[in-house]
């Protein structure tokens, strides 16, 4: 053992030498992200030795798991059923007694003979899945439940010198020590999920190694943006209206890679308890689709039992998922959220108390599915169409044609019915966009800009790029359009850097609220405004309809406010803005469409 921690001691010091200090940011795309770039959800397993029953020896846990059939197949095949394409094994956690699933050579924490992670590994990989690690940071848990679950005496002789685990420095030498000996021995692990960050890690250029050492691992972090990783995930939220709607209170801007994770069960911890809360199908299927409407990854957590098994209430729901999401699933697998920078229709709060997602396929820019998960109150749906000219609508399930008229900017479907209870998808086939000016056609300006981020960043394509107000209100984007032309709306991007609904005072929506529209032929001579009013605190695409007579050179949208009270000190004032275009006319339907 003490020759094994020389030579990771020797390997961590020549890494080290080559992380350098100015190395802090991951890629914000980068291929070892494509996987998870190309997944719709995972399956989050958290089973460690407080699985209820607890077990405080490691050997009887483990002899309990194999006794009671522990089989890796299973995880996968429910994975399966959940239409998953990776699964997250949180057993080396601060509430599950810290216990490592492989045969570790280092001392500190449970650790066991079989090697459960490595036979999970081979089984996902079988099917196509690939397993992530979850890594605590945390030993404040260490004697939770009455019992010591963290050996520092059996750490500090393997050291050769004291080590107290249950401080934060002693944990993170343990935990460093142990990403190594994972990586050592699970060259196919598809990459660590930390919770949070421990600053022996940061001191010692943890990430960073890992990136050179396995550089097709992905990191995620859980609840911090933490630049270095590649994802960061958010831990489940409660109070969006509607409940399901979970992207409502994310705050991370695209493209960077974003994950929500959520229990399955309604109630009860992360983690088996011993009970059998239900899962609401409702609430569950929304998160799912909504994430996917959003481009964002939903890590759904389901509480294994000692043997591993699910309880029958989360088995059941599994079934049940098996075959609902086959009906539906070209809508999610292969496709972005519509209405943000993919393009797409409009999602959202739509009529008569309608409100769901819209997905864009990866592969033709042609193919729409609308995911109408709370129905309307009448046998119509009307959403904004974008741009895009609409050839034909159908029933996803059904194949179905279905009545549809396009003016004035929205797609208007009629003679619905027959809601499904979940999640009624429409298949939008669509023959390119019109009306919309082309970007290098005019010019932008604004009355402030932050430094990096000027006006012309609204309108360049890019969604890395964006205007910023330099915390200026009131604030003007300026359109020079080159000549007089008709224009009949604004599109508006906003970034998706804030939630979208009030959290709290000190969590607000930094979107526009209160707006003025002004139009001139020469720059100059502005007179009234041409459209007033207010936008909602939404994410997604937003739009500003003007009269139908403005003809002009010159356009200016005037913001007046925003949702964030300055109770939201980061959020205060600040507007920014991923893109906006220019409609001079709406689209119209493909001839025969509709009909």
Known sequence: MRAYAVVLAVLALLLGALALPGTAYADLQHPRQNFLRGSVSGLFLHWGERTAPQHTSCSGWEKDVTAGGWSPDYWVKEAGKLHAQYLVLASFHSRLGYARPWPSKIPGSCHTRRDFLGELITAAKAKGLKVILYMTDDPQWHNDGGHEWLDSDGYSRYKGRNVDLTTRDGFGEFSYENFFEVMERYPELGGFWIDN?????????????????????????????????????????????????????????????????FKLPSSGAWWYDGSD???????????????????????????????????AKQEAFNNFADGYLDGIWESLRGTEGGGYLHGGLAPGFWNDD??????LSTTDPNRHYVHVITPPSTSTLRLRDNGYRVAEVTNLRTGARIPFTQSGGSLTLSGLGDWDPYDTVFKVTTAGRQGILPATSY???????????????????????????????????????????????????????????????TEQSARIKEYRVYAS?????????????????????????????????????????????????????????DETWVGTRYAAPVSGGGR
């Open 197 to 261: 960050d421990n600053d022996y890690w940061l001191d010692h250029h943890l990430y960073e190694q890992i990136y050179r050492l396995r550089p097709h691992y992905t990191l995620s972090n859980n609840n911090e943006d933490t630049p270095v990783m590649d994802m960061i995930s958010n831990e489940q939220k409660t109070g969006m209206s509607p409940s399901y709607d979970y992207p409502q209170a994310t705050y991370t801007a695209a493209p960077r890679l974003t994950e929500a994770d």
């Open 277 to 311: 809360p239900a899962v609401d199908r409702k609430l569950t299927l929304g998160r799912l689709i909504t994430n996917a409407g959003s481009s964002i990854k939903a890590l759904m957590a389901e509480t294994a039992q000692v043997n591993g098994r699910f309880p």
């Open 354 to 359: 309608a409100h769901g997602v819209t997905t």
């Open 443 to 505: 010019t932008m300006s604004a009355s402030a800009a932050a430094d990096g981020h000027p006006a012309s960043a609204a309108a360049d394509g890019d969604h890395l790029t964006y205007w910023d107000n330099d915390r200026t209100l009131p604030v003007s984007l300026t359109y020079d359009l080159g000549a007089n032309r008709s224009v009949r709306y604004l599109g508006i991007n906003q970034r998706e850097d804030s939630v979208s609904y009030a959290r709290s005072d």
């Open 521 to 577: 032929e020469d720059g100059t001579h502005w007179g009234s405004p041409v459209k007033t009013g207010t936008l909602p605190s939404h994410r997604a695409v937003s739009f500003i309809d003007l009269p139908a007579t403005t003809t002009t050179r010159y356009v200016r949208l005037e913001v007046r406010s925003t949702y964030a009270a300055a109770s939201d000190a980061t959020r205060y004032r600040r507007l920014r803005v």
